[in-house]
C-alpha cells in the first residue's frame, strides 16, 4: 500500500459542468475525509466517513456536493453545477481508527480549476 | 476546537535549527497538539503530536510547557528541502469525527 491515492491530479472544467473525483485511503483505515484547500490557505475540512457511513458534514458542503463511500472503501466527491468558487485543491485523507493517535495521512489532492 | 496563532512566515539558513512557536491559549483537557508539513501541490504531512513536556522524532522535536497554552516545533539543521508551510493544529483527535482544524500555517524558507 503507498498511501492515499487521489485522481485525478488535475482538473479543469467549465461552470455549469459537473465533476466527480476519486480517493482511495490507506487499505486499513476506516476513516476517511475530505478537505478543501484555496491558495494561501489552510485547508478546510468538508465531510468524514467512518466505513461506509457519512458521520459529519460541514456547512461548506453546499447541496451542489455529494459524497459517497460504498462499502467503506474508496470514496467519491462530486460537485454538480461547477462555479468559480470551486476552484480549489481538494484533498482526500484517511485514518485508523485511533484517529489522531497516528496522525491523518493525505493524499496529493485533485486540483480543481473551473473556468 | 481550540484558536491556534503562529507566525505567518518564517526565513531560515541551512544547517540553522528553526523554531516555530505556536500559541493556543484555550487548549482544552483532552487536546492534543499535532503538527503537519505541506510542500506545494501536495497534502498535509503528519510531523509530531504530543500531549505535553517534550516529543523527539526522527524529524522533529515538540516542546509543550507545563501550562500547555503554547508550544514549539524544532527542526534541527534544517535544509532547503525543509521549505515548506507548517501547520499546528490543536484537539480532541481521538474522538470519532473530530476532524483537523487547519489555521493559515507558518510559511518557512530556507535560503542557501
Known amino acids: 500500500d503507498t498511501g492515499v491515492s487521489q485522481d485525478p491530479r488535475h482538473k479543469i472544467t467549465k461552470r455549469g459542468q459537473n465533476v466527480t473525483f476519486r480517493c482511495d485511503p490507506i487499505s486499513e483505515h476506516n476513516r476517511l475525509y475530505w478537505y478543501r484547500q484555496t491558495l494561501g490557505q489552510g485547508p478546510e475540512f468538508l465531510t468524514y466517513?467512518?466505513?461506509?457511513?457519512?458521520?459529519?458534514k460541514s456547512r461548506l458542503l453546499s447541496d451542489r456536493f455529494s459524497a459517497e463511500r460504498p462499502k467503506g472503501s474508496f470514496s467519491t466527491l462530486e460537485i454538480q453545477r461547477t462555479e468559480q468558487g470551486d476552484s480549489a485543491m481538494y484533498l482526500c485523507?484517511?485514518?485508523?481508527?485511533?484517529?489522531?493517535?497516528?496522525?491523518?495521512?493525505f493524499g496529493s489532492g485533485t486540483r480543481l480549476t473551473v473556468v | 476546537l481550540a484558536k491556534t496563532t503562529q507566525p505567518i512566515s518564517m526565513d531560515s539558513y541551512e544547517g540553522q535549527e528553526v523554531n516555530i512557536t505556536c500559541s493556543h491559549n484555550n487548549i482544552a483537557t483532552n487536546d492534543y497538539i499535532t503538527w503537519y508539513q505541506q510542500f506545494p501541490s501536495q497534502g498535509p504531512r503528519f510531523i509530531i503530536q504530543g500531549y505535553k513536556t517534550k516529543v523527539t522524532n526522527e524529524v522533529a522535536s515538540l516542546f509543550i510547557p507545563a501550562d500547555r497554552k503554547s508550544s514549539t516545533l524544532s527542526l534541527p539543521r534544517v535544509s532547503l528541502s525543509d521549505t515548506a508551510v507548517y501547520y499546528c493544529?490543536?484537539?480532541?483527535?481521538?474522538?470519532?469525527?473530530?476532524?483537523?482544524?487547519f489555521g493559515g500555517g507558518t510559511r518557512l524558507m530556507v535560503k542557501p
Open positions: 466517513f467512518q466505513n461506509e457511513a457519512q458521520l459529519e
Open positions: 493544529l490543536v484537539g480532541d483527535l481521538l474522538n470519532a469525527g473530530n476532524m483537523l482544524t
Open positions: 485523507a484517511s485514518s485508523p481508527d485511533g484517529g489522531g493517535y497516528y496522525g491523518y495521512t
